[in-house]
């Protein structure tokens, strides 16, 4: 809690030092729909929408969880969800989004994840960072948030171009991976990502290490999704066309090859006191660390 609030106050300062920046398409009137861009990979029956197709929500009981897909596959781009996470006694609960290569976990994959992970009731979220080129992971990161996500949407972005892949939380950086490092760098042409969505239960693992159980009791956990978009290329888009950086594709023009100024500034404030685990300093386990924290 201590932390929680203190990441409160440093928010007062903080919400107004967020500058203008380019990853923020202002166009809001292409937000994609649900039922003409994305498919329930399962538990049809714990998934709904709001009468007017905004909101989608997904159900986590004792039976199951749920998840779902979009239908396409995306190369370079933004790609960007308003997520409300599980209120209350959530601990046990994960809610994951990401992007993968994959239908499945196959051995090959590529994955970029943000994972939420569930607490007790007035206890904080954590947010875990993952990514995974040909199918190794390892290579996570957890963040507190400076605000309660399970209160209202937060919007959580992935921009993916040919010089980083940047996690965004409300258009904050938050976690950079420089995408120049051989073989470790995603391609647009090789594996084009789907993004998804899913809430199950991780209780063995996700809160305090697993000592925190699901408490059922409290089922179903609801996690509340809207506003959807993707400013990228798809897998059809002839390639390497669309990847050029011609105009419209902002995404991989050369002032999204790096952060600005201002993201500079935001994402130092958030590796000093947001930062709960960065593997990329875990010596006892990376005696000698992944190449690509050298970069
Ligand atoms: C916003 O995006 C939609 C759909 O992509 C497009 O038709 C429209 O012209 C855009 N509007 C502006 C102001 O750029
Ligand atoms: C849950 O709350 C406890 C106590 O504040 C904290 O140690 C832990 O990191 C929080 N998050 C998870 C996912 O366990």
């Known amino acids: 809690m201590g932390l929680w609030l203190s990441s409160w106050l440093v ?5 107004s030092s967020v500058s203008p920046s380019w990853a923020v ?26 009468p007017d197709g905004q909101l ?20 370079f781009g933004w790609y960007s969800m308003k997520l409300k996470l599980v209120g209350g006694d959530s601990a046990g609960v994960v809610t994951a989004y990401y992007m993968c290569s994959d239908l ?25 960072t993952n990514v995974y080129k040909s199918g190794v992971g390892g290579r996570e990161m957890r963040h ?15 921009l993916w171009n040919s010089h980083h892949i940047v996690f965004f939380v409300d258009r904050v950086p938050i976690r950079v991976y420089r995408n120049t490092d051989k073989p470790n760098n ?32 409290n089922a ?17 888009d002839p390639y390497p066309a669309c990847v050029s950086t011609t105009a419209e594709h902002w995404w991989d023009q050369y002032e999204a090859w790096s952060l600005t100024d ?17 593997y990329c300093k875990d010596y006892e386990r990376y005696p000698t660390l992944p190449k690509e924290c050298n970069i």
């Not at 196959?106 to 947010?127: A, I, K, S, V």
């Open 104 to 128: 499945g976990a196959g051995p090959d994959r590529d994955e970029l994840d943000f994972e939420f992970l569930g607490n007790r009731t007035g206890q904080p979220y954590t947010m875990q």
């Open 144 to 158: 507190m948030l400076w605000f309660d996500p399970t209160e209202d949407f937060h919007s959580y972005s992935i």
């Open 25 to 50: 398409p202002a166009n809001t009137s292409s937000f994609f729909s649900f039922k003409d861009n994305f498919d329930i990979m399962w538990a049809e029956d714990h998934f709904k929408t709001s």
């Open 56 to 75: 989608w929500y997904l159900y986590l009981d004792k039976k199951t969880g749920c998840g779902f897909q979009t239908r396409q596959r995306y190369r």
């Open 11 to 15: 928010l007062l300062w903080f919400a």
């Open 262 to 278: 201002g993201q500079h500034e935001d994402f130092s404030w958030v590796g000093r006191n947001l930062v709960t685990y960065d």
């Open 186 to 217: 995603f391609f647009p042409n090789e594996k084009p990502m789907y993004m998804f969505s899913s809430i199950w239960n991780a209780d063995d693992w996700a809160t305090r290490g697993g000592l925190e159980k699901t408490d059922w009791k």
């Open 220 to 236: 179903p956990f609801v996690s509340s999704y809207k506003d959807f978009h993707a400013d990228g290329c798809q897998w059809e």
